[in-house]
């Protein structure tokens, strides 16, 4: 039997003159990476805007674990159950590693501002149980030992782990990473990959943005890639890239 995280069809949105997306739908099962892939310019970050609630699509209907939302803000989007990261880094930078997971955490949580407000003994018991559970998560991105620190200080490879663990706090249905890969290293790519791979084992489910093909193919179960808005090709990455119109819009291109 199939699990499906998330079913998204007919997603349309215009710029002006510009058909930044022409009817785009994908389907995640549970478990899966699932990559958004496509020249400069394709329409990946704007189906990202458009699903996380930051742009409101002209049509398409949206369902997350069976059940239809509307991505009209970005807070709605994240209590349904999708959490995402930037291409570029989003973090409090100011905060430390610890604190930047808790306040993902928070969403989750029950005491609310009057709470906080009076350090109701239930406050205090929900802080302390947030600040474990960001720890651990901390812990499982690879992070651990730079809870104290401030996120600004990091490395950027850590940086965008804190920004994983950060998303994981949320208990998301689907994890939205927004080319993490982006600025990194060999080395740091290579931890990615892990990284990516054990919350797969998790049974977490992942859609994913990103330039650098081969860790695309090399990760991802299923790949939809955009092309001028349009979707030219949706399979496993062997047939992808197999798929001719793939190849022209990929060699069309001097980008990657
Ligand atoms: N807010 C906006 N206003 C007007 N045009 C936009 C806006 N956002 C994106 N576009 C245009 O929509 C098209 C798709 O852009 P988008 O950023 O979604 O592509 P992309 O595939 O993410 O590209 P890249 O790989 O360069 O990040 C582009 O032509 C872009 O200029």
Same mark, same amino acid.
């Given at each position: 039997m199939t699990d499906t995280v998330l079913n998204v069809s007919g997603v349309s949105k215009r710029f002006g003159g510009l058909? /930044?997306?022409?009817d785009v739908g994908i389907k995640i099962e549970r478990g899966q990476v699932y990559g958004l892939i496509g020249p400069n310019g394709a329409g990946k970050t704007t189906f990202f805007n458009v699903l996380t609630g930051m742009y409101t699509p002209d049509s398409g209907s949206f369902e997350l674990a069976g059940k239809p939302y509307q991505p009209t803000a970005v807070h709605t989007v994240a209590k349904a159950g999708i959490a995402r990261t930037f291409q570029n880094i989003r973090l409090f @930078?100011?905060? +430390?590693a610890l604190e930047n997971v808790m306040v993902g955490r928070h &969403?989750? +949580?029950?005491?609310g501002l009057l709470g906080a407000v009076f350090r109701t003994p239930g406050f205090k018991a929900e802080e302390l149980a947030i600040a474990k559970r960001a720890q651990e998560l901390l812990d499982y991105v690879g &992070?651990?030992?730079? @809870?104290?620190?401030? /996120?600004? +200080?990091?490395s950027y490879g850590d940086q965008r782990r804190l920004e994983i663990a950060r998303a994981l706090a949320t208990d998301p249905q689907l994890i939205a990473l927004d080319e993490p890969a982006a600025g990194m290293n060999a080395t740091e790519k290579v931890m990615l990959r892990e990284l990516i791979d054990r919350i797969r084992k998790d049974n977490r489910t992942i859609l994913l943005i990103e330039h650098d093909v081969k860790l695309v193919m090399g990760l991802c179960d299923r790949v939809t890639v955009l092309d001028y808005g349009k979707q030219i090709a949706e399979g496993t990455p062997a047939d992808v890239q197999k798929n001719e119109k793939v190849i022209e819009a990929y060699l069309g291109t001097s980008g990657h």
């Open positions: 058909q /930044a997306l022409s @930078a100011e905060m +430390t &969403i989750r +949580t029950h005491s &992070i651990g030992k730079f @809870a104290d620190y401030k /996120a600004r +200080t990091l």
